[in-house]
């Protein structure tokens, strides 16, 4: 298992500030790892928020079965996330389980068992033995403290090869806010680990239902437009949590998305989404280049996201990537057999800016030694316009490299 | 690139029989590559009826457009097939090609340019000079004989590791007739090289139509139930060819596939479809295990299907099964992110026999010596049992190596 940075981490971590109604806290429970924190409890003031968004799998892991039950209620305590274990695959002794750690949570921050949210990441189908919370989270719920955001990102990694953070301040009414989120994890990861995590926390006041549509349109365009590997955890997970302590200095109390007070917020939102999800492509497995996939001119945007997606995940293109070759001949097999509305003869690609293939053929301005040049950045756009109409679409993945399979395929040998 | 022959080639090779009204020859037309043959040339009695299908792509090679065109008449004289240039995403120069190559071809064999049919494979935008079959076709008219099958199936090897054919005498009527046919590819192959074709051969007096219905119901589980990276080729060709010779022998002439005394051909056909593309899975990029994939209990065949489509085309799967890992977490997350009816509770898998998982859970009679035993030899069973209903599917795959890799992203470096 590979145990270096990747080179795509960003250079800069941010300062992560306090807001108001969030705690946080770490520990080592034993989960499955050893020398390493393994266990997250965020505790929130009373009046804080929820809103979620899970894996559409059919198979989902039983903390995401937990949630989304939880959810109903709008309001929540506090976060317990631990890693080492999914909890996924886990039948009876998986929901057991979360009910265990449930009740553990509540009765260290003195609350209801419905208030309190759970996700849980690594091996599938190995029992998760709640028993080791006992103790483990009334030391924590003691202990937690507003700073700690670093700590508590670490956590929660599995096979992450840097902590992911991301942080906003804007202004609601005529008071400052504060977005800040971590996440973790990039599509399923291995050896058997499996989950995207990710969690938001603002002290803005905003009702869980107002939370809940922001979050699902936050979530089009940044977590649901990164894909590594085109596998879909069983327990991908994002929470968002408003504490609502930012209406003491005055900020207005939101119901509604639309609420036109919330613009600013909605997109400082969506760039933390979108910064956080854009580090979960640049810690992809064995990732050595970050590739952004724009389609335009496409019959819809639903159409040019399930072209850019066909490309994305193509196991051709991301070798053709990583071996630094702009072959655009993969590309076009990619968008053909995306079963889009495409025309061959009306399609152009360019690689980082440069077009190589023009109306169906290869541009006669092509020259190899530019776009080889190019093809050594770090960061690769590839751009498929379609000529067909207005839709455009954008996602993020990462190249396929030998070290995806040794992370995924050695660790037997 | 690699060169060795996969560890999963047939142990033996069947004897090629001649088929009255079949006539092969090879030559060194020098499209791409040196020192080997890249052009065939089949020519076909008077008579000789044809059916096909291809890629559902929507961005088709030049070759795959022609031959549906032509298709249309229902009669075939030759077919020419060359290795090294695809002739795909070349535009007007494309199509202009097409029309040279079954120009010259049908001067070649003494008929109409309708009854060529045309095949290409190897690099994708490279403008493919047909002038350079000018001479060489003729000739190739002159030599062509009725063995030669095994150098017929080199000449259109690209990246292969080894020649693809099969072979299977049946009786129609009362007369014996035979059925041959050959292979290349798997998937869209590397480096740049794109391409699954097929040509099966036989002397059997069947309509145009009849042989088309059974080309399109023979392929569904055979060619398009085989998988090896999810990424479809542009120029995907399939061609059946039925000279009719067999009826001087006294085989009725058949003109329905729903025809009763087609039966045990229908067997044999489909047997050589099979045989055929488990030779394209076994010769999959890098492969080192042959994957089978059976899923079963789903709510229809069309069900059972796309999750068998799912497991197979996962990267995490296929990077365990390189790891000889019964990973059955991976499992369930590809059948949970298939979007079709799964109830995780219900769910068993098994590995080359062994059950792994039960009901949702881990079996507890699981034992993890045994099926890493298991999982060392080179063919791997992976059966899903989903007790929803009757509906039962099977695809083959293989493994995901860093030969994959290897041989398409590494030829830059």
């Known amino acids: 298992m590979s145990?270096?940075?990747?080179?795509?981490?960003?250079?800069?971590?941010?300062?992560?500030?306090?807001?108001?109604?969030?705690r946080l806290a770490t520990a080592a429970a034993g989960i499955r790892y050893k020398g390493r924190t393994d266990v997250l409890l965020v505790a929130l003031d009373k009046g804080t928020t929820v809103a979620g968004v899970f894996t559409k799998s059919k198979?989902?892991?039983?903390?995401?079965?937990?949630?989304?039950?939880?959810?109903?209620?709008?309001?929540?305590?506090?976060?317990?996330?631990?890693?080492?274990?999914?909890?996924a695959f886990t039948g009876k002794t998986g929901k057991a389980s979360t009910k265990l750690t449930g009740d553990i949570a509540a009765k260290a921050v003195g609350c209801k068992p419905d208030e309190i949210f759970l996700a849980s990441t690594g091996v599938i189908g190995e029992p998760l033995d709640a028993t080791k919370f006992d103790g483990v989270l009334g030391k924590l719920s003691e202990s937690a403290a507003p700073d700690g955001w670093m700590d508590a990102a670490k956590a929660i990694m599995t096979t992450d090869t840097f902590p992911k953070v991301a942080t906003a301040t804007v202004k609601l009414g005529k008071a400052k806010v504060t977005i800040s989120g971590m996440a973790k994890g990039a599509g399923m990861i291995?050896?058997?680990?499996?989950?995207?995590?990710?969690?938001?926390?603002?002290?803005?006041?905003?009702?869980?239902?107002?939370?809940?549509?922001?979050?699902?349109?936050?979530v089009t365009d940044t977590f649901n437009a990164v894909t590594i590997d085109g596998d879909t955890s069983t327990s991908d997970t994002l929470l968002a949590f408003a504490t609502g302590a930012a209406a003491a200095q005055g900020a207005p109390r939101i119901s509604r998305a639309a609420d036109p007070r919330l613009k600013p917020f909605v997109k400082a939102f969506n760039a933390v989404l979108a910064n956080l999800s854009?580090?979960?492509?640049?810690?992809?497995?064995?990732?050595?280049?970050?590739?952004?996939?724009?389609?335009?001119?496409?019959?819809?945007?639903?159409?040019?996201r399930r072209i850019a997606m066909s490309i994305a995940n193509s196991p051709l293109v991301k070798t053709a990537i990583a071996g630094?070759?702009?072959?655009?001949?993969?590309?076009?097999?990619?968008?053909?057999?995306?079963?889009?509305?495409?025309?061959?003869?009306?399609?152009?690609?360019?690689?980082?800016?440069i077009r190589v293939a023009k109306s169906g053929a290869r541009d006669p301005s092509y020259n190899e030694a530019e776009v080889s040049a190019a093809m050594k950045h770090p960061e690769i756009q590839i751009?498929?316009?379609?000529?067909?109409?207005?839709?455009?679409?954008?996602?993020?993945?990462?190249?396929?490299?030998?070290?995806?399979?040794?992370?995924?395929?050695?660790?037997?040998?």
Do not use: H
Request: charged content about 20%; aromatic content about 4%; glycine content about 10%.
């Open 324 to 353: 630094e070759d702009a072959n655009w001949g993969r590309v076009v097999m990619a968008v053909g057999k995306a079963g889009e509305p495409a025309d061959r003869d009306k399609l152009s690609i360019s690689f980082n800016g």
């Open 3 to 22: 145990t270096a940075v990747s080179p795509l981490a960003p250079a800069n971590v941010p300062q992560m500030p306090a807001i108001a109604g969030v």
């Open 59 to 87: 198979c989902p892991s039983a903390p995401v079965e937990w949630c989304r039950a939880k959810l109903r209620g709008g309001t929540a305590r506090a976060l317990v996330v631990n890693s080492g274990n999914a909890n």
């Open 190 to 218: 291995a050896p058997d680990m499996a989950t995207m995590l990710a969690f938001v926390f603002t002290d803005a006041p905003i009702s869980a239902a107002a939370l809940q549509a922001l979050l699902k349109a936050g």
């Open 278 to 304: 854009e580090q979960v492509a640049r810690d992809g497995e064995g990732a050595r280049k970050l590739v952004e996939i724009i389609v335009e001119g496409a019959t819809s945007k639903a159409s040019a």
């Open 383 to 413: 751009k498929v316009a379609l000529g067909l109409g207005k839709g455009r679409d954008r996602v993020l993945t990462c190249d396929l490299t030998k070290e995806y399979i040794a992370i995924n395929g050695d660790y037997r040998s």
